[in-house]
């Protein structure tokens, strides 16, 4: 498996089994916005936990999206896609997100 403390840049591509995540049968991917499933990018807001905080994630390709998720309830806060406006009245300009920097 791989050490994800996240603290190092990575130069080379995991392969195969390398990442798994081992997220089982309770995972709720499809809350996520858009469709594609080619996660890119996952920031939590510091403090955040399992039940507080936001945490946002991105995803790449046809159907990509930017999505914002509510800890606490569970739910989609916000979503951006190439044809839905988000919160900021705004959609996302090209469906290529390759990282993700979210500002204070």
Not at 4 to 9: I, K, S
Not at 28 to 45: F, H, K, P, Q, R
Not at 69 to 80: C, E, G, N, P, S
């Amino acid at each position: 498996m791989a050490n994800f403390n996240f603290t190092q840049l990575r130069t080379e591509t995991p392969v195969g089994t390398e990442v798994n995540f081992d997220f089982g049968s309770n995972a709720e991917i499809n809350i996520l916005a858009g469709n594609s499933n080619i996660i890119t990018a996952i920031w939590a807001e510091p403090g955040a936990g399992r039940s507080t905080g936001k945490m946002h994630v991105t995803s790449y390709g046809t159907g990509a999206a930017f999505s914002v998720l509510d800890l606490a309830t569970k739910i989609l806060y916000d979503r951006y896609t190439i044809s839905v406006k988000g919160r900021a009245d705004e959609t996302l300009v090209q469906e290529d997100t390759e990282d993700l920097v979210v500002g204070s």
